[in-house]
C-alpha cells in the first residue's frame, strides 16, 4: 500500500519568512499529487496538483510545489508567509489510476505569528 | 462551483445506535468519499463510490457501511456506533471515471459518541 509522509506536524513560522513543508510518498509508479489546505473553520481546499508535465507546480495563494521524481518528494514552498496562511496543510496522492483512492498525509500545522 | 453539502455539522448520539451521515453533491460528480479526520492521523479513507450502487472499501471500513442510490447521494452508516467512531466526518466528491482528479470537500461532521 502507498504511504505519504509529512516530515513536520507542528512548523511555527513569522510573516515574511520563508516556508517549506516536507512531503515523500512510497509509491514507485505514476503518480498524481495534490497539496491540499484546510483553514481554521473551513472545509479542504486543492491548493495545487501536480499529474505531468512540469515539475515545479504552481498554486493558488502564491505557493508552489516540487515533484522531484528521484527522490519521491513533492514540498510545498512559499518564499513570503502571511498571517492569514495560519491553517492545516495535507499532502496527498493517487496512483495514476486511482484504483486505491487518494492516500493523504497526517497533515502539518502551520501557524504564522504576526 | 461545487457544492458538497453534509447535513449535520455537528451530532452527537449514543454507543449502539445506527447513524447515518448524509452527503450530497450538486455537480453530478461520478465519484463520492467519505473520510475520518483525526488529531495526528491526517484523514483516512472509509468508503469510496464510482458510480451508483457500487461502492469499495477504503483504508478502515470496519464499522461502517455506505449506500449510494443516487448519483447525488451518498450515505454513511455507521452500524452500531461505539466511542472509538467520535471523529469528524468529511464527504468529497470528484468528477470522471478516472478516480485521480482534484477532490471537493464538504464542510464536515464531528460526531461525538457518547
Known amino acids: 500500500a502507498q504511504s505519504v509522509s509529512q516530515h513536520n506536524h507542528h512548523v511555527i513560522l513569522s510573516e515574511a519568512a520563508s516556508l517549506e513543508l516536507g512531503c515523500n510518498y512510497s509509491y514507485g509508479g505514476t503518480v498524481n499529487l495534490f497539496w491540499y489546505v484546510q483553514y481554521p473553520g473551513q472545509h479542504l481546499q486543492l491548493l495545487l496538483k501536480?499529474?505531468?508535465?512540469?515539475?515545479l507546480v504552481k498554486g493558488i495563494k502564491g505557493f508552489e510545489a516540487e515533484f522531484i521524481k528521484s527522490k519521491f518528494s513533492f514540498n510545498l514552498r512559499k518564499p513570503s508567509v502571511q498571517w492569514s496562511d495560519t491553517a492545516e496543510y495535507f499532502c496527498?496522492?493517487?496512483?495514476?489510476?486511482?484504483?486505491?483512492?487518494?492516500?493523504f498525509g497526517k497533515g502539518t500545522h502551520l501557524i504564522i505569528q504576526p | 462551483d461545487v457544492k458538497v453539502t453534509q447535513s449535520s455539522r455537528y451530532l452527537v448520539k449514543r454507543t449502539g445506535e445506527k447513524v447515518f451521515l448524509e452527503c450530497v453533491q450538486d455537480?453530478?460528480?461520478?465519484?463520492m468519499f467519505w473520510y475520518r479526520q483525526d488529531p495526528g492521523l491526517g484523514l483516512r479513507l472509509i468508503y469510496f463510490?464510482?458510480?451508483?450502487?457500487?461502492?469499495e472499501k477504503g483504508d478502515i471500513p470496519e464499522g461502517y457501511s455506505v449506500s449510494r442510490e443516487k448519483k447525488e447521494r451518498f450515505s454513511l452508516i455507521l452500524e452500531s456506533a461505539s466511542t472509538n467512531q467520535t471523529s469528524m466526518y468529511l464527504c468529497?466528491?470528484?468528477?470522471?471515471?478516472?478516480?485521480?482528479?482534484?477532490?471537493?470537500f464538504g464542510d464536515g461532521t464531528r460526531l461525538s459518541i457518547l
Open positions: 501536480y499529474f505531468s508535465g512540469d515539475p
Open positions: 496527498a496522492v493517487i496512483r495514476g489510476g486511482g484504483a486505491d483512492g487518494l492516500t
Open positions: 455537480m453530478d460528480h461520478e465519484n
Open positions: 463510490s464510482y458510480d451508483v450502487k457500487m461502492k
Open positions: 468529497a466528491s470528484s468528477k470522471g471515471r478516472n478516480l485521480n482528479q482534484p477532490q471537493h
